[in-house]
Nanobody, 122 residues
């Protein structure tokens, strides 16, 4: 079974930094794109950043451009989100996402981690 485990969340002051990690296990050889999402209380989960299978293509939400950097190390089955210049409005639960071919079909399935809480104080 595919599994994504996130870590690195915590409490930081505005202007500080955090490094989030997402470690994948299971069918790691089949992972295509990966992404980070976040969810504010009472709001729908929103896109943060995505990275291609080889790591040579990335994109970011406008709200985090210039502050966050997504990367991956396939040898370690790990994706990262370096978060700098954090703001109180970045406070949310951050989720890891990975897209894999669905077993027994030609479709693709999105897998999610359990989420990690990031809290930024003013």
């Amino acid at each position: 079974q595919m599994r994504l485990v996130e870590s690195g969340g915590g409490l930081v002051q505005a202007g500080g930094s955090l490094l989030l990690s997402c470690v994948a296990s299971g069918r790691t050889f089949s992972i295509h794109d990966m992404a980070w999402y976040r969810q504010f209380p009472g709001k729908e989960r929103e896109f943060v950043a995505t990275i291609s299978r080889t790591g040579d293509s990335t994109s970011y939400a406008d709200s985090v451009k210039g502050r966050f950097t997504i990367s991956r190390d396939n040898a370690k089955n790990t994706m990262y989100l370096q978060m700098n210049s954090l703001k109180p409005e970045d406070t949310a639960v951050y989720y890891c996402n990975a897209v894999l071919p669905t077993n027994g079909s030609t479709s693709f399935t999105a897998h999610w981690g359990q989420g990690t809480q990031v809290t930024v104080s003013s």
